[in-house]
């Protein structure tokens, strides 16, 4: 009755009828496994199979069976589990598996360029801050050399305005002590001798 249930069809249908004469349509692959395992072992033990109903709806189908003896002949008794909503479900889960497989390998593969990128604009601001670095180093030592040079200028200017200064007073006594001795030697020549002594002193 449960099997009846399960392919929509009435016990009086399915009574002493083949899988194909109710409709039932075993795959290919699946017929010839199941042989094999009949053949070798007698048995089949939760073998997944796939069978097409009346309507042509794919069934996926746990399959069990064994080979046993009626009234002196050898059948087979088997029993099935239709799991095609699982399994259905199982294939869409897939699906969406290998979809988000694909979704998170291109999201890696933008984040992968993404850090490429990255690497180099960060490889390039290095390099433009070594730069910087280099320039902002030559502009101090410029700046070094022109205080410097200021500084040697302004000592010129000093030293210039400095001497300038000592100058105009050693020309106005050196103008004085010509003065003297000339007045001397005119008018004083008897104190010349005492006096030339500290002019010397002066001229020195």
């Known amino acids: 009755?449960?099997?009846?249930?399960?392919?929509?069809?009435?016990?009086?249908?399915?009574?002493?009828?083949?899988?194909?004469?109710?409709?039932?349509?075993?795959?290919?692959?699946?017929?010839?496994?199941?042989l094999k395992e009949q053949t070798i072992y007698g048995r089949v033990d939760?073998?997944?199979?796939?069978?097409?109903?009346?309507?042509?709806?794919?069934?996926?189908?746990?399959?069990?069976?064994?080979?046993?003896?009626?009234?002196?002949?050898?059948?087979?008794?088997?029993?099935?589990i239709d799991v095609t909503e699982k399994k259905n479900i199982e294939r869409e889960l897939e699906k969406h598996r290998n979809h988000l497989e694909i979704l998170v390998n291109e999201r890696t593969e933008e984040l992968n360029a993404a850090n490429e990128e990255l690497i180099m604009a960060n490889k390039e601001l290095d390099y433009q801050r070594k730069e910087l670095e280099f320039t902002?180093?030559?502009?101090?030592?410029?700046?070094?050399?022109?205080?410097?040079?200021?500084?040697?200028?302004?000592?010129?200017?000093?030293a210039a305005g400095v001497?300038?200064?000592?100058?105009?007073?050693?020309?106005?006594?050196n103008g004085g002590i010509q003065g003297l001795e000339n007045y001397f030697q005119e008018n004083l020549k008897d104190h010349q001798e005492n006096v030339s002594p500290l002019i010397e002193a002066i001229n020195i």
């Open 163 to 173: 001497a300038h200064e000592i100058n105009n007073p050693l020309n106005f006594i």
């Open 1 to 34: 009755k449960a099997f009846a249930a399960d392919v929509g069809l009435s016990v009086e249908d399915i009574v002493g009828k083949n899988s194909r004469e109710i409709g039932l349509i075993v795959s290919e692959e699946s017929k010839a496994f199941l």
């Open 136 to 158: 902002l180093l030559n502009l101090k030592n410029a700046q070094n050399q022109l205080i410097q040079a200021e500084k040697m200028a302004s000592l010129g200017i000093l």
């Open 46 to 80: 939760n073998a997944e199979i796939v069978v097409t109903d009346s309507n042509g709806k794919r069934k996926d189908i746990y399959y069990s069976s064994r080979i046993i003896e009626l009234n002196k002949k050898p059948v087979i008794i088997n029993s099935t």
